[in-house]
Nanobody
């Protein structure tokens, strides 16, 4: 069965940290660019961070720069999103998507109109005191 599964969400206080994972089964993420997106209640989905498969290039939305780090783990066939100094505005459902590599830059993967080959079911991140 081919699927993406996100994990690692939870409830954390402001200033805390979480590490999300996007793990693929049934296919290799080596051949896919991956993006992280989030949707807060009552708001539209927004990009968070994207990473290219070919050269590891990354993109971050401005509000998460210097706080989030995206990386690949070839052994685990996953892409992680490490989140530090979390803020209440980071609250939302976080989703990862995978698209065939080489079609987009990391930035355009995040900010452009992209039809992803795979989506995960999402993991909830709640930042609250």
């Amino acid at each position: 069965q081919t699927q993406l599964v996100e994990s690692g969400g939870g409830l954390v206080q402001p200033g805390g940290s979480l590490s999300l994972s996007c793990t693929a089964s049934g296919f290799s993420l080596d051949y896919y660019d991956v993006g992280w997106f989030r949707r807060a209640p009552g708001k539209e989905q927004e990009d968070v961070s994207c990473i290219s498969a070919n050269d590891g290039a990354t993109y971050y939305r401005e509000s998460v720069k210097d706080r989030f780090t995206v990386s690949r783990d070839e052994v685990k066939n996953s892409v992680s999103l490490q989140m530090f100094n979390l803020k209440p505005e980071d609250t939302g459902a976080y989703y990862c998507g995978a698209v065939t590599k080489g079609l987009f830059t990391a930035q355009s993967l995040c900010t452009g109109t992209v039809i992803f080959n795979y989506w995960g079911q999402g993991t909830q991140v709640t930042v609250s005191s």
